[in-house]
């Protein structure tokens, strides 16, 4: 098992470049399997999430050649399996983008029910409900979603709940549906957003992506396209909190800032400065960092995937912060492992209120999930002293490169496995920090 090994203190600075968004290349890679016709996607991150994606639709009969680490051409028309079901597909979350991919295309698909982070109940009713709707008999047999149709019909569905998910698969299926399919409470992130690109550029009919009404008209066939994914918000805002949590000064290069507003405003009531350029943010800190209050809402609110992150930066800030989870509620787990390394969090229910102690100590700490994973990371850089964080497997799952990132902007972190290479790097490095 492989750890990383962090010595604290380094302010980060420098210029990192950010990479294709996770999120939206994992629905994007199962749509492109609904045409017949070769599609070439570029800015895919070199990703675990991803690749165990692209194998499992390799599985399935699509032909997939990898042009380079960041670009890969799909052809499905050779699927003849619509099952879909193996060991590393079963834990990620994002398996069911299959469900709507080959539902809107062969009207049928059997996949595996979708595992992913621990972050609390993540139920695909919505999911369901939306196919069912369009026609489809949806069932839950032997850990596969079973889904089928004579053929699928345009219709109208109100979701419950802002669902990312359930947007997405949905608006795949009725791309193929007859007649027209309007959704309605849907998901306004930007990955909603190029996933609706995408699926325009191979010829789908879909307005309002983007707004809280999607309009999808069904085509018959979709066709070949070359599309590049969008930039990782994600990534991004990872990124200008490192530099906040470190007293550092990073740009991060080739993003769209206007994704990254609720960030950023939360950056600017910490104390830090933030400049946008067309695309590109740089993030200053230079002044004490002072206390604020955070809620995760779907977008354009502050992401759910950012909350740890934003936590690590609110635990070393000055007076009484809290942090309210809206979205999952089981989004809390890294903080036992924060407070292992000095923090004073207490959690009731969905909020963590947080008293900013003046820096974190370094300890031996886990990674619960993906994005409380990097928020450890993060924390162990503005910490004083030796980090070594467990379980990095999750970080790896949407994180590309993370730790020669860093390293480019000045931390002191390794990727490890043996005892013997923390020693060496606690010997290595002791006498580089001031
Ligand atoms: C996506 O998860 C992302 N995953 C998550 O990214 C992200 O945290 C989340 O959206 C919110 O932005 C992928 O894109 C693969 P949702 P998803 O459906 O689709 C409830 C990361 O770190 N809900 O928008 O699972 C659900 O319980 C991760 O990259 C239902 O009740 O999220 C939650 O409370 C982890 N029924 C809320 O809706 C459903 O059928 C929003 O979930 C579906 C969802």
């Known amino acids: ?14 210029e ?17 399997v609904m045409t017949d016709e070769t599609v070439t996607i570029e800015n895919i991150p070199n990703v675990r999430d991803t690749n165990v994606l692209l194998n499992a639709i390799e599985e399935i009969g699509a032909r997939v050649e990898r042009i ?19 060991e590393y597909i079963r834990k990620i979350r994002a398996s ?3 469900i709507g991919a080959l539902l809107g295309k062969y009207k049928r698909a059997e996949v595996a029910l979708p595992g992913g982070c621990d972050i609390g109940s993540r139920p695909i009713d919505l999911h369901m409900k939306g196919f069912r709707a369009l026609g489809a008999s949806v069932d839950i047999r032997y850990g596969l979603v079973m889904a089928s149709a004579e053929k699928l019909t345009g219709t109208h569905i109100y979701l419950d709940k802002v669902s990312v998910g359930a947007t997405i698969n949905i608006m795949m299926a009725a791309s193929m549906a007859d007649g027209k399919t309007i959704i309605e409470n849907a998901a306004k992130e930007p990955h909603v957003v190029d996933v609706a690109n995408f699926l325009n550029s191979m010829g789908a009919n879909i307005r309002g992506a983007g707004t809280d009404v999607i309009r999808i008209v069904g085509v018959e066939k979709l066709h070949k396209t070359e599309y590049s994914i969008i930039p990782d918000q994600i990534e991004a805002g990872t990124f200008m909190l490192a530099a906040a949590a470190t007293k550092g000064d990073v740009t991060v290069k080739n993003v769209i800032p206007k994704h990254l507003e609720a960030i950023s405003a939360k950056l600017l009531e910490v104390g830090c400065e933030v400049e946008e350029f067309d695309d590109a943010v740089r993030v200053v800190s230079s002044k004490p960092l002072r206390h604020t209050q955070v809620t995760t809402l779907p977008y354009p ?16 800030s000055g007076g009484t912060s809290t942090v309210t989870e809206s979205i999952f509620e089981n989004r809390f787990k890294y903080v036992d492992e924060l407070t292992r390394m000095g923090a004073e969090i207490k959690v009731e229910s969905n909020i963590a209120i947080i008293g900013g102690v003046s820096q974190y100590t370094g300890a031996r700490v886990n990674a619960p999930d993906l994005r409380a994973g990097a928020a ?33 902007l000045g931390a002191l972190i390794e990727k490890v496995a043996t005892e013997k290479e923390i020693q060496k790097f606690s010997l290595k490095n002791s006498y580089k920090v001031s």
């Open 96 to 98: 069911y983008y299959l």
């Open 68 to 86: 380079d680490s960041h670009t890969v051409r799909i052809n499905g028309s050779f699927i003849r399996d619509f099952n879909v079901d193996n």
């Open 376 to 408: 450890l990371v993060i924390a162990a850089l503005a910490a004083e002293g030796l980090t070594v964080v467990d379980d990095i497997y999750y970080i790896e799952r949407g994180y590309e490169d993370f730790e020669t990132k860093l390293s480019s």
């Open 16 to 32: 990192v470049e950010i990479g294709g968004a996770k999120n939206a290349a994992l629905a994007i890679l199962s749509a492109a």
């Open 1 to 14: 098992m492989e750890q990383y090994v962090i010595k604290g203190g380094n302010p980060l600075v420098g």
């Open 301 to 316: 609110g502050f992401p759910t995937d950012m909350q740890p992150q934003m936590a690590v930066v609110l635990g070393i």
